[in-house]
């Protein structure tokens, strides 16, 4: 049996864990924050602590203002705050304590007059698709979270599961599909924007989504492709409202429907290019073999396949990725957030090749994989 060092005894980490507690120890902490030439590192090394400590109270402050419709409320223009206070229905003394975390968040500014106006930050918020949405829906996960260490060990059963029937090949309840492809089509605006601009399809003559919804993704591709095909695949619930907003958008010529399950159905075929726009982080790795191959089997000798979802920083670990959708995903009960490399492995088992990983704008936002099957 391997010799168990005794505790306090120095392992063979030796001077990496000698320095660990130096630094924390109390007596170098007081030297640090003391000292010229690392007092400013200390600083921020502190405020950054700080905010990790503090950032669920930050997270219940934004779901207040956004449940309070402050943004909406002030995108007119500054409001004094006792009106603020009135039109929220929340006491004056406490509408100001929340107006000044919001300011401290850098969400709203004070004017004179006791008034509080947008920041640029806050306009975003009041602005960007889908946003307040995804926060109004964080109640369910910070529920799933109320014990984080028992949600680690895999002791809890997610509210967040239920949210998402369609996952695990369940029946799908048409009034929970319609609010699921609402919150996913909000929000998928910010999505197309950058997979567009990330990846171009110039070259595709008819391009097949998969899995998409009521057609967000479809319609911006659309429009800026105008001499495009479009096909929308998806769960037979969320048929109706892809079909309306193809009518809106004017692309009923040239946008079809198929419904089916990949589960349970082969892909249609006829594209030159399939989308799964945040698709792959919803299922295990299984479920994800199977859909790419099937992809596979759809597309043309050289057809292009495109991937656009959050992604995992793999070894190089992001907050958007790994600190958000990875739990997200593991409160679902499948899925994960997946890096780059991982996801390019997934399609090159599937038999394509080329594969990619183009940059992103934002990768907060979404990443992209791009692979294509062989030709001949």
Partial sequence: MADVPAPGAPSAGGRGVSLRRLIAGRGFQKWAARFPLTRGK???????????????????????????????????????????????????????????????????????????????????????????????????????????????????????????????????????????????????????????ATVSLKSVRHLMDVGGGTGAFLAEVGRVYPAMDLTLFDLPPVAPAAGARFAREG??????????????????EGADAISLIRVLYDHGDETVAVLLRKCFEALPPGGLLLISEPMSGGARPERAGDAYFALYTMAMGTGKARSAAEISQLCARAGFDRIAAPTARRPFVTGCVTARKPDG
């Fill in 251 to 268: 692309l009923s010529d040239r946008a079809r429907i198929k419904t089916g399950s990949f589960r349970e159905d082969a892909l249609p």
């Fill in 42 to 196: 200390v600083r921020r090394e502190g405020e950054a602590l700080f905010d990790l400590v503090a950032g669920f109270c930050y997270s219940q402050v934004l779901m207040a203002l956004v449940q309070l419709d402050v943004p909406q409320r002030l995108m007119a223009g500054p409001m004094p705050l006792p009106a603020l206070a009135a039109g929220c229905g929340v006491p004056e003394a406490r509408m100001r304590v929340l107006m000044r975390a919001a300011q401290a968040l850098g969400l709203v500014k004070a004017r004179r007059g006791d008034r509080y106006a947008l920041t640029g930050r806050g306009a975003a918020l009041a602005g960007v698709p889908g946003l307040q949405q995804m926060i109004r829906h964080h109640d369910v996960l910070y529920r799933d979270l109320a014990d984080p260490a028992a949600f680690f060990r895999g002791e809890t059963e997610p509210e967040l599961a239920g949210f998402w029937p369609y996952v695990f090949g369940g029946e799908v309840d048409p009034d929970l599909a319609r609010t699921y492809s609402d919150l996913m089509a909000k929000s998928q605006l910010m999505v197309a924007d950058d997979t567009l």
